[in-house]
Protein backbone atom coordinates (compact mmCIF):
# COMPACT_ATOMS: atom_id res chain seq x y z
CA UNK A 1 0.00 0.00 0.00
CA UNK A 2 1.28 3.31 -1.04
CA UNK A 3 1.74 6.32 1.38
CA UNK A 4 -0.57 8.36 -0.39
CA UNK A 5 -3.59 5.68 -0.36
CA UNK A 6 -2.63 5.43 3.43
CA UNK A 7 -3.24 9.24 3.70
CA UNK A 8 -6.69 8.91 1.81
CA UNK A 9 -7.47 6.28 5.04
CA UNK A 10 -6.50 8.26 7.21
CA UNK A 11 -8.50 11.37 6.07
CA UNK A 12 -11.51 11.07 6.31
CA UNK A 13 -11.49 10.16 10.15
CA UNK A 14 -9.98 13.42 10.62
CA UNK A 15 -12.08 14.88 8.83
CA UNK A 16 -15.50 13.10 11.07
CA UNK A 17 -13.84 14.28 14.11
CA UNK A 18 -13.13 18.11 12.71
CA UNK A 19 -16.88 17.80 11.73
CA UNK A 20 -18.03 16.67 15.06
CA UNK A 21 -15.99 19.25 16.96
CA UNK A 22 -17.19 21.77 14.76
CA UNK A 23 -20.80 21.11 14.93
CA UNK A 24 -20.58 20.25 18.61
CA UNK A 25 -19.69 24.17 18.72
CA UNK A 26 -21.88 25.73 16.71
CA UNK A 27 -24.67 23.71 18.53
CA UNK A 28 -23.46 25.14 21.90
CA UNK A 29 -23.02 28.32 20.52
CA UNK A 30 -27.16 28.48 19.38
CA UNK A 31 -28.01 27.18 22.85
CA UNK A 32 -25.31 30.15 24.67
CA UNK A 33 -27.13 32.48 22.70
CA UNK A 34 -30.92 30.81 24.22
CA UNK A 35 -29.47 31.40 27.92
CA UNK A 36 -30.69 34.36 30.21
CA UNK A 37 -27.48 34.49 32.90
CA UNK A 38 -30.17 36.24 35.02
CA UNK A 39 -32.15 33.51 35.25
CA UNK A 40 -28.59 31.09 35.62
CA UNK A 41 -27.66 33.15 38.46
CA UNK A 42 -30.67 33.07 40.21
CA UNK A 43 -31.14 29.08 39.93
CA UNK A 44 -27.41 28.82 41.32
CA UNK A 45 -27.83 31.57 44.07
CA UNK A 46 -30.76 29.29 45.06
CA UNK A 47 -30.05 25.63 44.45
CA UNK A 48 -29.24 23.48 47.16
CA UNK A 49 -25.69 21.65 46.34
CA UNK A 50 -26.02 19.43 49.23
CA UNK A 51 -28.50 17.01 47.44
CA UNK A 52 -25.77 16.39 44.87
CA UNK A 53 -23.97 14.29 46.86
CA UNK A 54 -26.84 11.87 47.12
CA UNK A 55 -27.21 12.39 43.28
CA UNK A 56 -23.73 11.12 42.97
CA UNK A 57 -24.07 8.55 44.99
CA UNK A 58 -26.55 7.09 43.15
CA UNK A 59 -24.55 7.26 39.65
CA UNK A 60 -21.72 5.08 41.45
CA UNK A 61 -24.60 2.50 42.13
CA UNK A 62 -25.77 2.54 38.69
CA UNK A 63 -21.78 1.92 37.68
CA UNK A 64 -21.85 -0.55 40.13
CA UNK A 65 -24.67 -2.75 38.72
CA UNK A 66 -23.99 -2.12 35.17
CA UNK A 67 -20.38 -3.99 36.05
CA UNK A 68 -22.77 -7.06 37.49
CA UNK A 69 -24.93 -7.11 34.84
CA UNK A 70 -21.83 -7.50 32.84
CA UNK A 71 -20.55 -9.94 35.02
CA UNK A 72 -23.77 -12.25 34.88
CA UNK A 73 -23.79 -12.21 31.34
CA UNK A 74 -20.16 -13.39 31.30
CA UNK A 75 -21.55 -16.62 32.68
CA UNK A 76 -22.76 -18.15 29.77
CA UNK A 77 -20.02 -17.00 27.05
CA UNK A 78 -17.01 -17.30 29.72
CA UNK A 79 -17.88 -20.36 32.36
CA UNK A 80 -15.20 -21.19 34.37
CA UNK A 81 -13.16 -18.25 32.88
CA UNK A 82 -15.48 -15.52 33.85
CA UNK A 83 -13.45 -12.19 35.30
CA UNK A 84 -13.91 -10.97 38.80
CA UNK A 85 -16.21 -8.50 39.52
CA UNK A 86 -13.60 -6.58 40.99
CA UNK A 87 -11.72 -6.47 37.48
CA UNK A 88 -15.25 -5.47 35.56
CA UNK A 89 -15.86 -2.77 37.50
CA UNK A 90 -12.36 -1.54 36.78
CA UNK A 91 -13.01 -2.28 33.06
CA UNK A 92 -16.09 -0.42 33.70
CA UNK A 93 -14.67 3.20 35.20
CA UNK A 94 -11.87 3.14 32.21
CA UNK A 95 -14.23 2.47 29.83
CA UNK A 96 -15.86 5.96 30.77
CA UNK A 97 -12.71 7.20 31.03
CA UNK A 98 -12.02 6.70 26.78
CA UNK A 99 -16.02 7.73 26.66
CA UNK A 100 -14.95 11.24 27.59
CA UNK A 101 -12.43 11.01 24.91
CA UNK A 102 -13.70 9.60 22.13
CA UNK A 103 -16.64 10.73 19.38
CA UNK A 104 -19.45 8.30 20.95
CA UNK A 105 -20.13 6.20 23.84
CA UNK A 106 -19.33 3.62 22.08
CA UNK A 107 -15.63 4.01 21.66
CA UNK A 108 -15.64 2.79 25.67
CA UNK A 109 -17.25 -0.82 25.13
CA UNK A 110 -14.33 -1.36 22.01
CA UNK A 111 -11.57 -0.43 25.46
CA UNK A 112 -13.86 -2.61 27.37
CA UNK A 113 -13.80 -6.05 24.53
CA UNK A 114 -10.50 -5.61 24.17
CA UNK A 115 -9.15 -5.34 27.48
CA UNK A 116 -11.32 -8.10 28.92
CA UNK A 117 -10.09 -10.60 26.11
CA UNK A 118 -6.85 -10.67 27.13
CA UNK A 119 -8.44 -13.05 30.71
CA UNK A 120 -9.34 -16.17 28.17
CA UNK A 121 -6.70 -18.07 26.78
CA UNK A 122 -8.85 -18.92 23.41
CA UNK A 123 -11.15 -17.08 21.66
CA UNK A 124 -11.15 -13.82 24.21
CA UNK A 125 -12.40 -11.07 21.46
CA UNK A 126 -15.18 -12.84 20.34
CA UNK A 127 -16.26 -14.14 23.89
CA UNK A 128 -15.49 -10.42 25.24
CA UNK A 129 -17.27 -8.99 22.18
CA UNK A 130 -20.59 -11.29 22.28
CA UNK A 131 -20.85 -10.05 26.38
CA UNK A 132 -20.43 -6.20 25.53
CA UNK A 133 -22.77 -6.85 22.76
CA UNK A 134 -25.50 -8.31 24.42
CA UNK A 135 -25.21 -6.04 27.33
CA UNK A 136 -25.29 -3.36 25.55
CA UNK A 137 -28.50 -4.23 23.67
CA UNK A 138 -30.26 -5.71 27.29
CA UNK A 139 -29.25 -1.77 28.79
CA UNK A 140 -31.28 0.03 26.05
CA UNK A 141 -33.61 -2.31 26.07
CA UNK A 142 -33.85 -1.97 30.24
CA UNK A 143 -34.15 1.74 29.11
CA UNK A 144 -36.73 1.58 26.92
CA UNK A 145 -39.10 -0.37 29.09
CA UNK A 146 -38.29 2.27 31.71
CA UNK A 147 -39.30 4.51 29.35
CA UNK A 148 -42.60 2.69 27.86
CA UNK A 149 -43.69 1.58 31.53
CA UNK A 150 -43.70 5.31 32.54
CA UNK A 151 -46.54 6.29 29.81
CA UNK A 152 -49.07 4.64 31.93
CA UNK A 153 -48.26 6.29 34.34
CA UNK A 154 -49.31 9.37 33.22
CA UNK A 155 -51.91 11.99 34.84
CA UNK A 156 -55.01 13.46 34.07
CA UNK A 157 -53.15 16.94 33.54
CA UNK A 158 -50.83 15.89 31.94
CA UNK A 159 -50.81 15.06 28.16
CA UNK A 160 -47.68 14.03 26.10
CA UNK A 161 -47.29 14.40 23.05
CA UNK A 162 -48.51 11.80 20.90
CA UNK A 163 -44.81 11.59 18.79
CA UNK A 164 -43.08 11.00 22.00
CA UNK A 165 -45.26 7.71 22.73
CA UNK A 166 -44.77 6.81 19.28
CA UNK A 167 -40.70 7.32 19.58
CA UNK A 168 -40.39 5.26 22.94
CA UNK A 169 -43.13 2.42 21.45
CA UNK A 170 -40.89 2.26 18.59
CA UNK A 171 -37.54 2.21 20.31
CA UNK A 172 -38.79 -0.53 22.64
CA UNK A 173 -40.18 -2.91 19.76
CA UNK A 174 -36.74 -2.40 17.69
CA UNK A 175 -34.34 -3.08 20.35
CA UNK A 176 -36.83 -6.37 21.60
CA UNK A 177 -36.71 -7.23 17.45
CA UNK A 178 -33.00 -7.08 17.32
CA UNK A 179 -32.14 -8.81 20.74
CA UNK A 180 -34.20 -11.90 19.69
CA UNK A 181 -32.64 -11.32 16.06
CA UNK A 182 -29.32 -11.28 17.40
CA UNK A 183 -29.20 -14.45 19.37
CA UNK A 184 -32.12 -16.89 17.05
CA UNK A 185 -29.78 -19.34 15.23
CA UNK A 186 -32.17 -18.76 12.32
CA UNK A 187 -31.55 -15.75 11.53
CA UNK A 188 -27.92 -16.16 12.25
CA UNK A 189 -27.30 -18.17 9.61
CA UNK A 190 -29.82 -16.35 7.08
CA UNK A 191 -27.21 -13.74 7.47
CA UNK A 192 -24.13 -16.07 7.08
CA UNK A 193 -25.77 -17.32 3.46
CA UNK A 194 -26.15 -13.93 2.35
CA UNK A 195 -22.93 -12.84 3.06
CA UNK A 196 -21.02 -16.13 1.77
CA UNK A 197 -22.73 -15.34 -1.20
CA UNK A 198 -21.73 -11.67 -1.22
CA UNK A 199 -18.63 -12.12 -0.66
CA UNK A 200 -17.85 -15.24 -2.95
CA UNK A 201 -14.36 -16.74 -0.81
CA UNK A 202 -13.50 -13.28 -0.36
CA UNK A 203 -14.29 -12.61 2.96
CA UNK A 204 -13.61 -16.36 4.57
CA UNK A 205 -12.08 -15.02 7.57
CA UNK A 206 -14.50 -12.50 8.71
CA UNK A 207 -16.92 -15.20 8.16
CA UNK A 208 -15.53 -17.22 10.47
CA UNK A 209 -14.64 -15.07 13.20
CA UNK A 210 -18.82 -13.93 12.56
CA UNK A 211 -19.52 -17.40 12.88
CA UNK A 212 -17.92 -17.73 15.70
CA UNK A 213 -19.45 -14.79 16.87
CA UNK A 214 -22.68 -15.92 16.14
CA UNK A 215 -22.29 -19.26 18.12
CA UNK A 216 -21.62 -17.47 21.52
CA UNK A 217 -24.43 -15.07 20.77
CA UNK A 218 -27.32 -17.86 20.18
CA UNK A 219 -25.84 -19.77 23.59
CA UNK A 220 -27.91 -16.94 25.07
CA UNK A 221 -31.08 -18.92 24.00
CA UNK A 222 -30.09 -21.63 26.15
CA UNK A 223 -29.64 -19.69 29.43
CA UNK A 224 -32.82 -17.67 29.21
CA UNK A 225 -32.44 -16.74 32.89
CA UNK A 226 -29.17 -14.89 32.43
CA UNK A 227 -30.94 -12.76 30.09
CA UNK A 228 -33.93 -12.40 32.35
CA UNK A 229 -31.23 -11.59 35.48
CA UNK A 230 -29.26 -8.60 33.18
CA UNK A 231 -32.71 -7.44 32.02
CA UNK A 232 -33.97 -6.56 35.53
CA UNK A 233 -30.78 -5.15 36.83
CA UNK A 234 -30.81 -2.98 33.14
CA UNK A 235 -34.40 -1.50 34.70
CA UNK A 236 -33.29 -1.25 38.24
CA UNK A 237 -29.65 0.79 37.60
CA UNK A 238 -31.75 2.80 34.99
CA UNK A 239 -34.96 4.00 37.79
CA UNK A 240 -31.71 4.76 40.20
CA UNK A 241 -29.58 6.45 37.94
CA UNK A 242 -32.57 8.48 36.17
CA UNK A 243 -33.98 9.03 39.78
CA UNK A 244 -30.47 10.41 41.03
CA UNK A 245 -31.22 12.68 37.73
CA UNK A 246 -34.19 13.86 39.50
CA UNK A 247 -32.72 14.93 42.47
CA UNK A 248 -30.57 16.86 40.34
CA UNK A 249 -33.20 18.80 39.57
CA UNK A 250 -34.57 19.08 42.89
CA UNK A 251 -30.82 20.72 43.88
CA UNK A 252 -31.73 23.63 41.36
CA UNK A 253 -35.27 23.74 42.68
CA UNK A 254 -36.85 22.66 39.31
CA UNK A 255 -40.26 21.53 39.35
CA UNK A 256 -40.12 18.66 37.02
CA UNK A 257 -42.29 15.38 37.83
CA UNK A 258 -40.49 12.42 38.57
CA UNK A 259 -42.15 10.72 35.50
CA UNK A 260 -40.45 12.83 33.18
CA UNK A 261 -36.94 11.65 33.53
CA UNK A 262 -38.43 8.51 33.59
CA UNK A 263 -39.96 9.12 29.53
CA UNK A 264 -37.36 11.70 28.34
CA UNK A 265 -33.98 10.57 29.69
CA UNK A 266 -34.27 7.20 27.73
CA UNK A 267 -34.61 9.01 24.72
CA UNK A 268 -32.11 11.89 25.13
CA UNK A 269 -29.76 8.77 26.08
CA UNK A 270 -30.59 6.97 23.09
CA UNK A 271 -30.25 9.97 20.53
CA UNK A 272 -27.30 11.06 22.13
CA UNK A 273 -25.38 7.35 21.63
CA UNK A 274 -24.91 8.79 17.70
CA UNK A 275 -21.61 10.24 16.94
CA UNK A 276 -22.47 13.04 15.98
CA UNK A 277 -20.55 15.39 18.30
CA UNK A 278 -17.38 15.10 20.64
CA UNK A 279 -18.70 12.94 23.74
CA UNK A 280 -22.81 14.01 22.57
CA UNK A 281 -21.53 17.63 23.65
CA UNK A 282 -24.56 20.26 22.58
CA UNK A 283 -26.97 17.71 21.07
CA UNK A 284 -27.56 16.50 24.62
CA UNK A 285 -28.01 19.43 26.25
CA UNK A 286 -30.36 20.62 23.53
CA UNK A 287 -32.50 17.71 24.07
CA UNK A 288 -32.77 18.63 27.38
CA UNK A 289 -33.97 22.04 26.02
CA UNK A 290 -36.43 19.95 23.73
CA UNK A 291 -37.82 17.60 26.04
CA UNK A 292 -37.60 19.39 29.43
CA UNK A 293 -39.21 22.45 27.67
CA UNK A 294 -42.58 20.75 27.37
CA UNK A 295 -42.27 21.09 31.28
CA UNK A 296 -41.76 24.28 31.27
CA UNK A 297 -38.17 24.15 32.21
CA UNK A 298 -36.74 27.38 30.31
CA UNK A 299 -33.47 26.70 28.54
CA UNK A 300 -30.96 28.06 30.70
CA UNK A 301 -32.46 25.96 33.38
CA UNK A 302 -32.74 23.35 31.27
CA UNK A 303 -29.49 23.24 29.68
CA UNK A 304 -27.50 23.88 33.50
CA UNK A 305 -29.37 20.57 34.61
CA UNK A 306 -27.75 18.99 31.21
CA UNK A 307 -24.46 20.19 32.27
CA UNK A 308 -24.71 19.13 36.00
CA UNK A 309 -26.01 15.46 35.51
CA UNK A 310 -23.49 14.74 32.94
CA UNK A 311 -20.57 16.62 35.00
CA UNK A 312 -21.25 13.54 37.92
CA UNK A 313 -21.28 10.73 34.91
CA UNK A 314 -17.92 12.52 33.96
CA UNK A 315 -16.68 12.20 37.27
CA UNK A 316 -16.58 8.49 36.94
CA UNK A 317 -14.52 9.27 34.12
CA UNK A 318 -11.52 10.65 35.96
CA UNK A 319 -11.61 7.94 38.16
CA UNK A 320 -11.31 5.94 35.41
CA UNK A 321 -8.15 7.74 34.28
CA UNK A 322 -6.47 6.97 37.62
CA UNK A 323 -7.35 3.41 37.01
CA UNK A 324 -5.76 3.22 33.38
CA UNK A 325 -2.47 5.60 34.20
CA UNK A 326 -2.47 2.96 37.32
CA UNK A 327 -2.67 -0.45 35.25
CA UNK A 328 -0.28 1.10 32.52
CA UNK A 329 2.25 1.80 35.32
CA UNK A 330 1.67 -1.47 37.04
CA UNK A 331 2.62 -3.26 33.36
CA UNK A 332 5.05 -1.20 32.43
CA UNK A 333 6.95 -1.84 35.90
CA UNK A 334 6.66 -5.57 35.78
CA UNK A 335 8.65 -5.52 32.48
Known sequence: MTTSSKKYQVRPRRLRKVFSFLLGFLLLLFLLSKISFAELTHTLKNADLVLLVPAYALNLLMLGLMAYRWQVLYRISAESERPGYGQVVSASFIGVFFNNFLPSTIGGDTYRTLLMSRSFPKDGLVKSLSVVYIDRLVGFLGMALVGLGALFFIGDEEVLPTRYMVAVVFIFLFISISLVLSISSRFQVVVLTFLSKLFRNRGDSILKKLERLFSYLSMY?????????????????????????YIVSLSLQLEIPLNAFFIMLPL????????????????????????????????SDAILLAVIIYLLLNINGLVGGVLYLYSKMTQEASV
Not at 227 to 239: D, E, F, K, P
Not at 268 to 276: A, D, F, Q, T
Open 268 to 299: IELIRMIPLTFQGIGVREGLFVLFFGYYGVCP
Open 221 to 245: TLRRDLLGTALLLSVLLRLIWFFGC
